[in-house]
């Protein structure tokens, strides 16, 4: 359940919920397998197993969406529908139109459903009361936005917005690498991408290099801008983070695993110690690179 890619969101200052109030709310849409005709459902499910939709200790709270999808590819769609085709045509000694070749793909498509196989996945979301904000772990930004949608229906007025800070992760990253030092608490780490402002949108990747030096430089002096740039803060998480904002690639380093791992005696108690590690260090963590960005931008009455 260690988290590895995340959008960060932000919370009203006086706005909060209860984990009970919360669990209330989800239970009233939970996860509904596929009626006969239904590509996709949507609902809240267990991020752990067990009958609770919320794990909540010490104001942070964990939940998670889960969505039940059938497989029935266009490839499978398109050979029985020319099947179909041919079976009529040879029936009726002359070609199919448009039109009714459009009507059998749609009647065909209506046939398979019911017999398509489903498949689960689960998005998760923490929110971290004590700090006012909310994490979601999705590695797009279109998952993202699936569970906020669903969290819109859920919970009334839910107020997230993604989070902004004074400067832009483009111009920090940038910064950085000119001056050739990171941050107070993070290091450079060996991935970058560097795209021009042209309208070529020229750019240069790279993976496993060390990032220092007149190559960097001259790049930069060119024009070009940092996009995406591994980090590592504090000896004790790495990622990448883009120039939306977004973190991936979220590694914590062995020593705050092997933390849980030697504590821990039995599934629930890893859960719960996994659970603290994680949300311990990545609050902290995101705290000091949003200070890093400049700090929050405060939005004025």
Known sequence: MWFKNIFIYRLPADWTI????????????????CSG?????????????????????????????GVEQKLLPATVINRFTKERIAELEEQQGYKVGRKQKKDIKELVTEELLPRAFAVQRMTFAWLDLAQGRMIIEAASAAKADELLEQLGKTVDDFPVKLLHTEQSPVAAMTA?????????????????????????KAMVRYANHALEGQEILAHIASGKRAIRLGLTWNDRISFVLTEQLQIKRLDFLDIIKEESNTLAETEDELF??????MVGELAKMLSDLTLALGGEVVEKC
Do not use: Y
């Open 18 to 33: 209860t984990a009970q109030a919360l669990e209330e709310k989800l239970a009233l849409k939970p996860l509904q397998p």
């Open 37 to 65: 005709l239904e590509r996709q459902s949507r609902g809240w499910v267990s991020c752990r197993g067990d009958d609770r939709l919320v794990h909540a200790a010490n104001r942070q709270m964990l939940f998670a969406l």
């Open 176 to 200: 950085w690498l000119a001056a050739e030092s990171a941050p107070a608490g993070f290091t450079i780490d060996r991935e970058l991408v560097l795209q021009a402002a042209s309208e070529e």
């Open 272 to 277: 719960e110690l996994d659970f603290t590690l």
